[in-house]
């Protein structure tokens, strides 16, 4: 049995390299392509619930998904993509470009910054964390489902890998990636690594 971690389909943000954070977005036809060629890699995963965040494009898939294979979803707001307040919509050379001095700092340490009336990084991270404890503990295979940049550190957390986020417009030619399975302790271990792993500096891909 393993654990899931689905990214949702394309969206017209992840095409144009924005920002998207906390909006809810429709799937490209090249998303729900995507998502349905996702469903064909899961047919043989023994799955028993999907857990996702309750905005789009996230939420859409996971439905698509769950209906498919006859799974549960279940929404959670730990899984909320991160929100980036004012910069939501920016693409990130144009961040770059208007505020030079804050992205830079925002790159070498993000937990330092937070996007004006958005997310801190330690914000999502505890958050994230929190809301994988519960499935690792209950041992049952499970997949989650989540929006860029988040995807990315909800595999990071699964492999108890340093955290960081994933760059926008920067999508893998699947949606599905399979994670093994660790024992409850093993687990523990892995998000307490993550916690040292955060003091050092994580960012985009």
């Not at 490209?28 to 789009?56: K, M």
């Amino acid at each position: 049995m393993s654990h899931v971690l689905i990214r949702s389909g394309e969206t017209d943000f992840d095409v144009e390299g924005r920002l998207q954070g906390a909006l809810d977005l429709p799937l490209t036809p090249r998303g729900r392509a995507d998502v349905d060629a996702a469903i064909e890699e899961l047919r043989s995963l023994p799955l028993e619930t999907i857990y996702s965040s309750a905005g789009e494009p996230a939420f859409s898939t996971a439905r698509v998904i769950g209906r498919a294979l006859n799974v549960p979803v279940r929404t959670a707001p730990e899984f909320d993509n991160m929100h980036f307040g004012l910069w939501q919509g920016l693409c990130l050379e144009e961040l770059r470009r208007k505020q030079s001095r804050v992205f830079k700092q925002w790159q070498e340490n993000p937990g330092a910054i937070c996007p004006p009336e958005g997310e801190t990084f330690d914000d999502v991270y505890s958050r994230v964390a929190a809301g994988l404890k519960k499935p690792l503990r209950r041992g049952d295979p499970f997949a989650v489902v989540a929006a860029e940049p988040l995807a990315t550190l909800v595999g990071c957390l699964l492999r108890g890998e340093q955290p960081r986020l994933g760059r926008p417009g920067e999508r893998p030619a699947s949606l599905v990636e399979v994670i093994e399975p660790v024992g409850v302790a093993d687990s523990d271990s892995r998000l307490q690594n993550t916690r040292i792993l955060r003091g050092l500096t994580f960012g985009f891909l």
